[in-house]
């Protein structure tokens, strides 16, 4: 049997085209392959070789064509899932790496002559004295660890500072350095706004919104969310501030975070009013009542903020921000009016959020369209979900708490938790809004339309009045492309807002105009 | 982001995002592509080389004065900017010496599936399935008729023919482009017309293969490829080796079929002078 596959407008380097063809033609079941442009010569050559079927016929220049002649349906199967895999597979890294594998810090160091930046993912226990080590040896330090002792994080971070080096972290997901997306991070275009966050899925919210605006970043350095805590004083917020401001390609700052203890937002300020660049801040949950300066800006949401940096950069007025938010904002009253006017009662919201952040903006603008929220890591105690797993009412949740990520890969990596709880939920006749994140770019999953679909599927035929609602953190260059992530969950229902705060309107829009009936 | 050299043949204007490898991002403007490599990919007349690939680039713009990748702005150095021309001044003789040397170090260290089969027979059993025999035939057939001196039908049979991004028959006829612009400019042969039937009758596969074939027309090469032909002008035997490893590199069979291409011309044209 003949099977094909035609990739339109997919360019992959010849290297990678040739181990797919490799790898077919030693597949078990395969009798015969061709893996080529699909020229009109290419066609050809297929067609003599008994493989052509329609669709190669139809392919054009640009388009990559797999064609598989195998023993039964599941061998091309095989074939076809294999070639996927080598052509998404994530492009080596750095010539100058060898496959050879570092033997220790050392043995790292003299691979990489020059190296000045290490980055540290082992058990919290051994994170400390090895980011000690990095900083003895003139390296900044970005600590992927979690679970590493306050009183560490707070040695580590004053030692670094004596010497005019970084530490980003404990529990530092996200940075972008001299361009380079380190961790989980997308691929953001350059440009002029350097960011300073204590919160990893804001980082990528942010540089995402900004990128896909138009603008780009300089630096975005990651500090860890217990960074702006009282015990450490916001040491590497500060310091990341004092980088931004000497840092010629940054023209303004924008920093994101959790709200800070009261003294460190006041020494926090006290170092953005020395700064002579505009400085944009959204403190998710909080507020800077403070005048700071003339050209400091504080805003509410991750996406505000965004687009108040992105104004700034390009020199136009900080209003026309608003402008971008009214746009979106039209879109989801239209959207609203249509969903709500599908379902007979709106009821309860259920937000599923792999980011904590987006849990965090969510309590900040759902409340005023939907009343009480509830969360199991909420901006006010008094809201604390009793229990994550039996929701009531209007909830959100943050999927990358401990309690559920013990013993399973974060839920940006692995959706399987979520994609249960998108279905039970759905279940559930008092639940009328599903809210979604689903993030993309390095480090997350690198196929989230085959593994999200099948839920959302499911879940539309549980409950024939549910809408799902969802946000995508990516751009067009990210591994997953962005476009295609959104066609395809459009493709399935889902309704895609471009930022999480624009989804988090449209689903309490929903709830709000439904309730009224 | 640090400028480490620039081709020559860059056109100012707006280019955008075409295609993005481990290797390179491309932009495009018309049926140009314009690459951003690192620096272990090389200088060439379309590239900018850059200490680091910036991995979100989307946008590129080339002024009188200054490139800009997005926001970053990058000065058009004098001393950054790469001469991609031919050698000039190259002995005929020592080229027709060098060639056969070229031409056994291709057979040797050539991958699997290229068209360096044209000089060594015992290659064609790397063709083994029924693909692949298929596409051997028709190089065969493209090649034929180059050797018979019909350069219409040759081009015509191998162009946009096989394998990778850049399909064997496309880098083929780079080669030769580059084969015969070499010994036009450094050799002094008249090889103009065939040049220009050539490449008449070239390109049309995807804007990658025609723009590397654009650059060979017009006399433009790599650096790799510059290494090889001054090697090749009077460079010792070990100099022209690690020229040749360094030009074979290229791609997967990319750097052996254009280094077949370019065997092939500058063999045809020194082999024939004295007619």
Sequence with gaps: MIKTVIKKGAYFDSVSLMQVAKRLNTMEGVLDSAVVMATRENKGIIKASGLLTPEVEAAGDSDLAIAVSAKTPAAAEAAFKAADELLNKKPAQSAGASDRKAAGLDDAIKMLDGANLAVISVAGRFAGPLAAECLEKNMNVMLFSDNVPLETELALKKAAQKKGLLVMGPDCGTAIINGAPIAFANAVSRGNIGVVAASGTGLQEVTVLISNEGAGISQAIGTGGRDVKLDIGAITLIQGLKMLAADPATEVILIVSKPPHEAVLKKILAEVKKIKKPVVAVLLGGEIKDKVKPDFYAAKTLEEAAYKAVCLGKGREIAKAREIIYDTNLKAAELAKKEAARKKKSRCLRGLFSGGTFVSEAQVILPELVGELRSNAPLDKKYKLANSLELSGHAVIDLGEDEFTVGRPHPMIDFSLRNKMIVSEARKPEVSVLLLDVVLGYGANLKPLEDITPAITEAFIRNRELSIVASVTGTETDPQVRSKVVKGLEAAGVLVMPSNAAACRLAGAIIKLGSRK | MELISYGDSIPEGEYSLHSAFANAINFSRGSLIVSLVPPRAGAGPLNLVVAQLPPGAKKLRSTRFYFYVDENRLRKEPEARYDSAVPENADPDKVLAGLDALKDMLVRWAPPLSLAFIFD???????????????????????????????????????????????????????????????????????????????????????????????????????????????????????????????????????????????????????????
């Design chain 2, 121 to 275: 027979p015992a290659l064609e059993k790397g063709f083994t399935r029924t693909f692949e025999r298929h596409l051997l035939a028709s190089f065969k057939k493209g090649v034929s008729h180059f050797r018979a001196g019909d350069c219409e039908r040759g081009v015509k049979a191998l162009r946009g023919l096989g394998l990778g991004l850049t399909p064997s028959g496309d880098d083929f006829i780079s080669g030769l482009l580059a084969g015969y612009n070499f010994a036009r400019l450094g050799m002094r042969f008249d090889t103009a017309a065939r040049i220009e039937r050539v490449y008449f009758h070239a390109g049309g596969s995807n804007p990658i293969s025609d723009s590397f074939m654009r650059c060979s027309y017009e006399g433009r090469v790599n650096a790799k490829v510059l290494r090889l032909l001054k090697a090749l002008s009077g460079g010792s035997r070990a100099e022209l080796a690690a020229a040749a490893k360094a030009a074979l590199a290229s791609g997967h069979t990319s750097g052996a079929d254009f280094c077949s291409g370019l065997v092939f011309a500058l063999t045809e044209v020194l082999h024939n002078r004295g007619e």
